[in-house]
């Protein structure tokens, strides 16, 4: 019997003296084992050129309207006239928050604000979110495309004609109030009710953007692997269970994305919406801070509060996005940004 001598290593190995697992210097394996080099920044440059260019105009809005703008936030720490300029204007340093601090019209607006935006989180941020459901489960896309522009539609309207219909609908000579009167009933008047006015401009705010707040949902929605509600549909699924099990967790991340960037704009619910109906329900009922900002800054010229007004504000949005952040990743998401 022919007797061959094989060289192996300690564990058998034909290829190795290392033994089993351990593959040979140059092979397949050792190449893939080893780190891919990263580019050089150059190098990146020269590849991407394109679409750093296509950035270009974005870059400049963002630097002209948002970036620049805030170096005007040295006036909330001056008494600041335009007719000496920043340069000339003298500083007071955090005098203008004192004050701010103990006005109590500033904390009425606040309060006015901060419940209007609990509010509309409860009632209004889910409807774009049911209303994507129901918008993906049509299955004729004729159909679907004719109810989306129909949904979408209102967003374009400016919110002096939002709320002039509304006026129409649910003034005190409005089409509902003239329908009771001709009936023998007493009318009513909504639009000038202060304790209906968060559920109004609530509404208003529903019939005007939730149609256009679908988008993001839809576009989410789209992404989910249709397979996954035929491997549910096959094992016994219902409609609900599917809903519940694949279609809320695909949402969840992006619910969990605009959460966040709502909270941060909590202290900013808008302004024309609330400056045109102020004089029907009172300062009481629809001052908020933007309003408040412009009642005691343009009309008064008191700059210098009203910079510190917004810079209030803007801080205290972003110490809740920050919160808000970091909540999102203690649940496993990514929120705005990556955790480190």
């Known amino acids: 019997m022919l007797n061959d001598t094989v060289n192996t290593g300690p564990a058998g190995d034909l290829t190795s003296p290392a033994g089993a697992g351990a593959p040979a210097k140059g092979s397949k394996a050792d190449e893939k084992t080893r780190p891919v080099s990263r580019p050089s920044l150059g190098a990146r440059l020269r590849r991407d050129w394109q679409l750093l260019l296509m950035t270009v105009p974005a870059i400049g809005l963002l630097l002209v309207f948002h970036y620049v703008p805030l170096l005007g936030n040295v006036i909330a ?4 006239s335009p007719y000496v300029g920043i340069k000339d204007s003298p500083w007071v340093g955090l005098s203008n928050f004192q004050w701010l601090l103990l006005d109590e019209s500033f904390w009425d607006a606040t309060l006015n604000t901060l419940s209007i935006t609990v509010f509309q989180l409860v009632f209004y941020f889910p409807i774009p979110i049911m209303l994507a459901i129901l918008l993906d489960s049509v299955v004729r896309p004729r159909l679907r495309l004719f109810i989306q522009g129909i949904v979408y539609m209102p967003h374009f309207f400016s919110w002096v004609l939002v709320v002039t219909l509304f006026q129409q609908m649910f003034g005190g000579s409005g089409l509902i109030s003239q329908t009771l009167r001709e009936n023998g009933h007493k009318g009513i008047d909504i639009m000038t009710n202060p304790d209906a006015f968060i559920a109004l401009v609530t509404a208003e705010t529903v019939w005007k953007d939730a149609g256009w707040g679908t988008i993001i949902f839809l576009a989410a929605l789209a992404a989910i692997n249709p397979n996954l509600y035929e491997a549910a549909a096959v094992d016994g699924a219902g409609r609900w269970r599917r809903m519940w099990h694949i279609t809320l967790p695909g949402l969840r991340p992006v619910i969990i994305l605009l959460l966040i960037l709502r909270l941060g704009e909590a202290l900013n619910v808008g302004f024309e ?60 998401e990514q929120g705005i940004y990556k955790k480190s």
């Not at 629809?286 to 408040?292: C, I």
């Open 273 to 332: 919406q609330f400056f045109l109906q102020r004089d029907a329900v009172g300062r009481d009922a629809a001052e908020v801070l933007d309003t408040f900002v412009y009642w005691r800054t343009l009309l008064t010229g008191e700059w210098s509060y009203g910079a510190a007004a917004g810079l209030v504000k803007g801080l205290v949005g972003l110490v809740l996005i920050l919160i808000a952040n970091k909540v999102a990743h203690r649940f496993g």
């Open 77 to 80: 720490f001056q008494d600041y």
